[in-house]
T-cell receptor
Framework: EADIYQTPRYLVIGTGKKITLECSQTMGHDKMYWYQQDPGMELHLIHY???????EKGDLSSESTVSRIRTEHFPLTLESARPSHTSQYLCASSDDRGGTGELFFGEGSRLTVL | AQSVTQLGSHVSVSEGALVLLRCNYS??????LFWYVQYPNQGLQLLLKYTSAATLVKGINGFEAEFKKSETSFHLTKPSAHMSDAAEYFCAVKGNTGKLIFGQGTTLQVKP
């Protein structure tokens, strides 16, 4: 059973609209991540957070923004969606107490911008 | 810097045949290594992980992987492929920054 939830699973939206992808986890993990995954499968880290009020940009530049006001919640926002933002967005969290870095993933949000 | 290379972006096997997905890593420290599976329109699910205990790691769905330090490899195997094994597979290593570094992924096709 997944303890990390993403909504919406699928979203089709017009250019210029503002969208927010929700991600919540019930595991109490401090670390959370957003990955972008294009049709070619490769995962690209676009944002991460190591705790409340902490956010950092990842390896791939993204026009999206994130916030971390609560431990369990890590939403991603696009102020003005464009067709180039069409992709799958995967949220993940990790509990680093074990030291392994293991990630737990949500089921993804597939965004299509027309 | 750590990195992961998955040899073969597409692997095709017949149902019942051996599955072998290759992963090589580079790491300056004893690594933590992972295999994840992704089914269509799903997130990634952990198959198995190596955390410096036994070098042969058993995972879910009959998969296993062997850590070979001398070859810097962590190949994933399954003795007999099932149609339900068709998916994308990702190898990953924990990097110096604590974040996972993923390979490019391998698509496994299983033919009847």
């Amino acid at each position: 059973e997944a303890d990390i939830y993403q909504t919406p699973r699928y979203l089709v939206i017009g250019t210029g609209k503002k969208i927010t992808l929700e991600c919540s986890q019930t595991m109490g993990h401090d670390k959370m991540y957003w990955y972008q995954q294009d049709p070619g499968m490769e995962l690209h880290l676009i944002h991460y957070s190591y705790g409340v009020n902490s956010t950092e940009k990842g390896d791939l530049s993204s026009e999206s923004t994130v916030s971390r006001i609560r431990t369990e919640h890590f939403p991603l926002t696009l102020e003005s969606a464009r067709p180039s933002h069409t992709s799958q967005y995967l949220c993940a969290s990790s509990d680093d107490r074990g030291g392994t870095g293991e990630l737990f993933f949500g089921e993804g949000s597939r965004l299509t911008v027309l | 810097a750590q990195s992961v290379t998955q040899l073969g972006s597409h692997v095709s096997v017949s149902e019942g045949a051996l599955v072998l997905l290759r992963c090589n890593y580079s790491s300056s420290v004893p690594p933590y290594l992972f295999w994840y599976v992704q089914y269509p329109n799903q997130g990634l699910q952990l198959l198995l992980k190596y955390t410096s205990a036994a070098t042969l790691v058993k995972g879910i769905n009959g998969f296993e992987a062997e850590f070979k330090k001398s070859e810097t490899s962590f190949h994933l195997t399954k003795p007999s492929a099932h149609m339900s094994d068709a998916a994308e597979y990702f190898c990953a290593v924990k990097g110096n920054t604590g974040k996972l570094i993923f390979g490019q992924g391998t698509t496994l096709q299983v033919k009847p």
